[in-house]
């Protein structure tokens, strides 16, 4: 088995495409170590948009099993021309927006409010070297943003600015066209840009602060 | 604001506007004092965006996910390991229980009707069904169960055991309708049910 690939966002993925590819081969055969091997690969990646699109820690890593799971039982419907990260993701998407849906439905059947991005944010798990960093205070402001956006505008700017993907790789993921998610990420840009204001509840100063930063 | 000059703003943020179309948008962003504060606006989101923290899975995910994955893989495996015949059973006797269960279902519906004058009655009648048609679900979920641990041990037998299960549902349909019929004075399952 060849050494063990790491695929971070923004790594060339046409440098790993080969080994992928013997990698899926091998999976659809039935070797689960090689299926092992593109999990340990990808992990990080679907970890990261699970987490970005629930906002909690628990539920991210339920939704990342559950779509390594079903890209395992559906692997023969992966087309190998297409990126294997862009589809892993497509699964791992549309399964959050689900679970977020569910979610909503949930709440307005219980007739609750619906939860603040901080509640969401708030984890009884004790936080790892990790999550410590993520939750640090710019973190804190974009879980929040975030968890502000409909599920479909969070998915488009999830993938937009932590996968870096264009237009073309956001409307393959998100099954749709590129002229929907250009709408989506100008109206989800504008939703943010509102809250973004002096009378969002962000203190205006440490809002100042952090955008000066950047 | 325009559609062209929202889509121009869009594609400047995301780095894909074309040079020549760049002059022309800080142009009209000159004329239109509205336009250029939402512009500025959609830059702070961009610049705060930009290279955002990125979330490393836990140490154990993978471990985690792998043992799903073979317990997954292991329960298909034992179904797929039943022998045709068994598997054939299983398929009829469920559609035989899916067959049994509908005069039951349509027989529920008629009996609330039949009681929707009579707000004592009907709620009694919508306890009594709702109840044994949980209690009916519960013995099915029981039996077959039971019945596929049996035709793993013992595949030749599988079928056998297997069309019992309709047989059985049967005379618990009958104990029903008879408790039923005898029970709530007024409001009878229909004859042709059983």
């Known amino acids: 088995m060849s050494a063990l690939l790491i695929v971070l966002p923004g790594a060339n993925v046409a440098e790993v495409d080969s080994t992928i590819l013997e990698w899926v081969a091998l999976a659809r055969q039935g070797d689960q170590d090689a299926f092992a091997e593109l999990v340990y690969s990808f992990q990080d990646a679907v970890y990261n948009l699970c987490y970005r699109m629930l906002g909690e820690r628990t539920e991210a890593e339920d939704a990342t099993q559950e779509a390594f799971l079903r890209a395992y039982l559906h692997l023969n419907r992966y087309d190998t021309a297409r990126s294997f990260k862009t589809w892993l993701l497509s699964i791992a998407s549309n399964h959050c927006i689900d679970r977020l849906r569910k979610r909503r439905m949930k709440w307005m059947s219980l007739d609750e409010p619906l939860p603040s991005g901080n509640a969401l944010a708030i984890s009884s798990d004790e936080p790892t070297p990790e999550e410590a960093t993520l939750k640090s205070e710019r973190g804190a402001i974009i879980q929040h943003l975030l968890d502000e956006l409909p599920p479909d505008y969070r998915a488009a700017v999830v993938l937009r600015y932590w996968y870096d993907y264009s237009y073309t790789e956001i409307a393959e993921t998100l099954e749709t066209t590129e002229s929907a998610i250009k709408s989506r990420l100008f109206r989800a840009r504008q939703t943010l840009a509102d809250k973004l204001r002096p009378s969002s509840p962000i203190p205006s100063d440490r809002m100042t602060s952090l955008l000066e930063g950047n | 604001m325009t559609e062209l000059l929202q889509r121009m703003m869009q594609e400047q943020l995301d780095g894909v506007l074309a040079d020549e179309q760049v002059s ?171």
């Not at chain 2, 799903?68 to 469920?94: I, K, Y």
């Not at chain 2, 005379?171 to 309708?177: A, C, I, R």
């Open chain 2, 24 to 194: 022309e948008l800080y142009q009209r962003l000159n004329e239109d004092e509205d336009a250029a504060a939402q512009f500025a606006r959609l830059g702070q989101v961009d610049r705060l965006m930009s290279n955002p923290p990125f979330a490393r899975a836990p140490q154990r995910l993978a471990a985690t996910i792998m043992a799903r994955l073979a317990q997954t893989v292991q329960q298909q495996t034992e179904t797929e390991d039943m022998p045709d015949e068994v598997r054939q059973a299983l398929h009829m006797s469920v559609s035989l229980v899916i067959l049994a269960m509908t005069p039951m279902m349509v027989a529920a519906s008629w009996m609330v009707l039949n009681a929707r004058y009579n707000p004592k009655l009907l709620t009694r009648v919508l306890e009594r069904t709702i109840a044994l048609m949980v209690m009916m679900i519960q013995a099915l979920i029981f039996l077959l169960e039971e019945t596929e641990q049996m035709a793993r041990r013992h595949p030749d037998k599988a079928a056998l055991a297997f069309s019992l299960i309709p047989v059985v549902l049967m005379g618990m349909l009958e104990y029903v309708y008879g408790t039923q019929n005898n029970g709530e004075a007024g409001v009878k399952a229909p004859e042709w049910v059983m």
